[in-house]
């Protein structure tokens, strides 16, 4: 059978057009831009990016898109068809996506790279947004900054608190948490790093009812990393209880732990204590060696382990913060029997628990201690 030329000329044009891969077909279904609490419906503006191009490159900005909105950060999300088959992308601010490539939707830049999503500074309900000030202090995809009220734009969101920034971050493809204590460093992508080292986190002198904020007062007179002071009207700078017993209030972080500690009007403040007049460790538990928390002290934090207690005898024991539990062993190690502690002791002599019943070889010849959240 003879096929005609124009037959097969015809034929030949067919399988050429069938041989040509189909160019990609990209329709913008909709789109929006903002916070998850406000955004607008920005589709008619992507739509006019696209045109007629088969796909359409957007840098993701507020100038992208019109007047920008209140608040932060601020995301792109486009719901489009490619080949057919439906799709979602969301990009942030500073980054350039393509959609309508062979590979969807990709961004040209930012994947990789350090972004700080959402950062508040405060505590409780009294916080400040910080993204953008974190944001724009990234150089080489790292951020080294110590967590202060003058570092994150001078105001403090809650006064004669011990604040906290609480920061979600994104880096090569994950998104991440870090929470920080006031005065401590943080460190991204490495989280936080408590800083070595004494810093006052607060001070209030005077008596109840009648407290002065002298927290940058004692901060002033720490010198290398030592605060000896007598505690007085003279030394704190104000008299806010004419006539009253005053004592001094005080927060602060030694090496990485919180304390706390009062200091009656004219006695010495020492931090770290060089007497007896041990402080309170926040988040942590103290061991003193007389009964009702007195004599001498020695503290450890949440989570620390001591295989060896260098402690000869124990008369009370306190618990703060997050500690719920300490396990003192009669051996070193945590061997041999032990008693469970989970709640304060004036008087270890009267303490029960764990596995012996038989009383006092916890108060004078402690082994090994576990505390425990």
């Known amino acids: 059978m003879r096929i005609p030329a124009l037959s097969l000329l015809l034929l030949s044009a067919a399988l050429v057009v069938q041989a040509q891969p189909s160019a990609p077909t990209l329709e913008i279904v909709s789109a929006y831009y903002g916070t998850p609490d406000r955004f607008a419906d920005v589709t008619s503006r992507v739509q006019s990016l696209q045109g007629s191009a088969a796909n359409v490159t957007i840098p993701v900005a507020a100038g992208t898109f019109g007047a920008p909105l209140s608040g932060g950060p601020r995301v792109l999300r486009v719901y489009f068809l490619l080949n057919g088959r439906f799709q979602r992308g969301e990009w942030r601010d500073g980054d350039t996506v393509t959609i309508g490539t062979p590979t969807a939707a990709v961004p040209v830049s930012g994947s990789n790279e350090l972004r700080i999503v959402a950062a508040a500074y405060g505590q409780g309900r009294r916080t400040i947004d910080v993204t953008s000030l974190l944001q724009s202090k990234i150089s080489g995809n790292r951020l080294d900054l110590q967590i202060t009220n003058q570092a994150l734009g001078g105001k403090d969101p809650a006064p004669a608190v011990v604040k906290e920034l609480r920061v979600i971050y994104e880096y090569q493809g994950r998104r991440m948490e870090a929470r920080v ?163 304060n002791q004036p008087d270890l002599r009267q303490a029960t628990g764990g596995t012996t019943a038989s009383p006092n070889f916890w108060v004078t010849r402690p082994g090994s201690v576990r505390v425990s959240y």
């Open 181 to 343: 204590d006031e005065n401590a460093l943080l460190r991204l992508p490495d989280a936080a790093v408590p800083l070595k080292g004494l810093y006052i986190l607060s001070a209030h002198w005077g008596a109840p009812g009648k407290l002065a904020n002298v927290t940058g007062t004692l901060a002033g007179l720490v010198q290398e990393n030592r605060l000896d002071i007598t505690v007085g009207n003279a030394t704190m700078g104000v008299d806010p209880a004419r006539g009253a017993d005053k004592t001094l209030q005080v927060v602060y972080q030694y090496d990485g732990q919180k304390y706390e500690t009062t200091v009656a009007e004219g006695k010495l403040l020492n931090i770290p204590p060089r007497n007896t007049n041990a402080p309170t460790l926040i988040d942590g538990v103290c061991f003193f060696n007389e009964p009702n928390f007195q004599g001498m002290s020695r503290c450890y934090g949440a989570g620390d382990n001591v295989p060896s207690m260098p402690v000869s005898s124990i008369g009370s024991i306190r618990l703060t913060g997050k500690v719920r539990t300490v396990e003192m062993y009669e051996g070193q190690q945590y061997q041999g029997k032990f008693v469970r502690i989970q709640a």
